[in-house]
């Protein structure tokens, strides 16, 4: 490994993360779930999605590992967060190539459309927040999902990251396709910049509205001409999803983590606010959900 710079254990499952001392490749290591993420990296590829060109793999001490071209060399949140940090606001410069990378997305999904098949257990781990949260598998949350999913419905199906934001964008591309699925087209991409009220506003920045009507209107551009409608009036049917998403695995199994707790009814919070939202208009505001910082405050 001498020609190859640590970076990072992987999150949600085994391997690493290495740079190559010239910073023009990565290299990832893994079991099966990265060989599966590395095939369909490939086909992706093949279909013209911004996602990094793989040049090697094989079986190293045990392991599967995959070297890539680097896209980048860093993310679009780290940027963000260096913004914040020198004059307390996300620069416009982040969000136009945040919209641009997610329209090059936009464009190749649109062009390898998926036959329909069954998509939301799977992107919202609506399973797992009902086995954790049996108070909300109710005849009304059930209500609203159909609702969404019938409003979907009017969309293409295509390939999708599943957990896209941020983090996995850089200049040039989108990494870490480990949770790909069937999605609608827009699934992935309109969402990104609400995302950041998900967590909590504790990530170091903050999206002003403005800035994401700004890349909305960018990703309807795109939209428009492809499928003949602007996906953004389907912003809430995505967030509503995205209230599932960042519910789930969210209940702690050690009564003494408070802080655990406290995070899972927080997260709890988001979700009730964004259904009330969404039944009175098929809109979400994310702009309206507290902080993780304030919500404390108040329920201390």
């Known amino acids: 490994m ?14 690493a993360v290495w740079r190559s001392t010239d910073g023009l490749f990565y290299k990832r290591t893994g079991g099966e779930d990265l060989r599966a993420e590395a095939e369909f990296q490939r086909l992706a590829g093949g279909l013209g999605y911004p996602v990094p060109e793989i040049v090697g793999s094989g079986s190293e001490d045990g392991r599967f590992f995959v ?29 136009g ?22 998509w939301f257990e799977k992107a919202a781990f609506a399973s797992e927040v009902f086995a954790e949260n049996p108070d909300l598998d109710t005849p009304r949350v059930h209500d609203a999902v159909r609702h969404a999913l019938d409003r979907l419905a009017r969309l293409p199906l295509v390939r999708g990251h599943l957990d896209y934001g941020l983090p996995n964008v850089l200049q040039a591309g989108v990494v870490d396709w480990q949770h790909h699925g069937p999605v609608p087209l827009g699934y992935d991409v309109y969402p990104a910049l609400d995302i950041v009220a998900f967590k909590g506003g504790g990530k170091g920045y903050t999206i002003a509205p403005e800035q994401r009507a700004a890349y909305t209107a960018a990703l309807d551009e795109t939209t428009a001409p492809l499928i003949g409608q602007r996906v953004s009036e389907h912003l809430g049917d ?10 789930a695995l969210m ?7 408070h802080d655990k707790h406290v995070k899972w009814q927080y997260r709890r919070t988001l979700f009730t606010t964004g259904l009330d939202q969404y039944e ?8 309206t959900f507290p902080t993780l910082e304030r919500f404390t405050a108040e329920h201390r």
Not at 105 to 118: C, G, I, T, V, Y
Not at 238 to 247: G, P, S, W
Not at 251 to 257: E, S
């Open 2 to 15: 001498s020609n190859w710079e640590f970076v990072k254990d992987r999150t949600a499952t085994q391997g």
């Open 67 to 95: 070297v890539e071209r680097a896209v980048g060399g860093t993310s679009l949140h780290e940027e963000a967060l260096a913004d914040a940090v020198r004059d307390g606001r996300v620069s416009h410069r982040v969000i």
């Open 97 to 118: 190539t945040a919209a641009a990378v997610a329209s090059k997305l936009l464009r190749a999904q649109a062009r390898h459309p998926l036959p329909a098949a069954p």
């Open 238 to 247: 995505f967030l509503l999803v995205k209230c599932f998403f960042f519910l």
């Open 251 to 257: 209940r702690p199994t050690d009564p003494a983590r």
């Open 280 to 287: 009175s208009g098929t809109t979400i505001d994310t702009g």
